[in-house]
């Protein structure tokens, strides 16, 4: 008994010290104002948001409401204005089923393309459109093709509108075989997630969506085992818990997510961050340094990258390669990030950060890990 006391009070010495007398970062907001944007919702109850755009498209979006009403599933539908005046009755099902109805314009344009007079109309327009057929004045806008266009903001702050971007892409638009669609959403979904799927095709007429129709069950399935809940993007936002780090410059980094799957030295693998930078960060202001650290804390790669303020939503998410190099040990590698001003040397020059992880020299040692195996049991 003695002996696990000691052991407990030194654990939580050795927490102090790591967590210095630093303040818990601020949670995210659970109410947007309008025109505010989420791409990526940090929660710590295994919470994730399918999300599926274009529709009402006909027979596809018919099976994906019978897929998600047999598995208990909502979901959150970006409708396209046209498509809802096409086929009002499957708009008016999918919110009577309990899923969140969101605007996704309605014509579809490029709003690259378009000036802020076509863009206004195409917004108005859209939720008007639903609105008659769903009874629901959406309060959710997903811009087409995720490209924001010039005054965007401005008319869906003034519409009470808040924008929803996504984290996870499927890239279903593309034909794909079944396995690879389902595979690009579970190997690499983390909680908070905002998963993209397309249940139709811009204003396309009854366009077939087979592999989406066929994934979307393999998907429920799959996460489901693993133990995540599916909620809509609001539900989402409500559970919204605290970013990973928040910087004493307002950048904050919401969370990131590592590979799944072990990777061999010389070999490459894929991170995604959920980077949070204020729309006026200059360029020449802190990067973000990233250290993928072995457990003795002796060896460590890295990734460190600038940070990039991005207007479009379909930008949002920073997805970084990084190579694990030939001479790395196997073993599990901890990530610390945090940020450093260049023009500086040494410790002085990284940034404080408040963060509910342990932290050391203003670096936040995150939860999240990279397993490197050795070369002759890596095959990826
Ligand atoms: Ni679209």
Redesign the pocket.
Known sequence: MKHCVRILTTFAAAGLILAGCSRAPQPCKRILEPGETVYFIPNEKKMVALTF??GPNGTATRKILDVLKDRRVRATFFLVGMNVQRDPLTAKRIADEGHLVGN?AFS?ARFDLSSPLQIERDIRDGAEAIEQATGVRPRWFRP??GINGTGMTEICRSYGTVVAGWSLDANDWNPHPVEDLAAAIVDSVVPGDIILLHDGA?TGVDIERPATVSAVPVIISALEKAGFAFVTVDELLLNAGSPAAEFANGVRLLGLQTPSRPVGPGRSFGVRYFWDIPAEYPKDAPRAFVHFVSADGEFFFQDDHPLTPRSDVRDLVTRNVVRVPRRAAPGQYGVQVGLFNEKRAGLGARLKVFSNHPQRKNAVLLPDSVTVVSPSSSTN
Request: proline share 14%; no cysteine; aromatic share 14%.
């Open positions: 755009d274009d996704h579809h087409p093709f811009a």
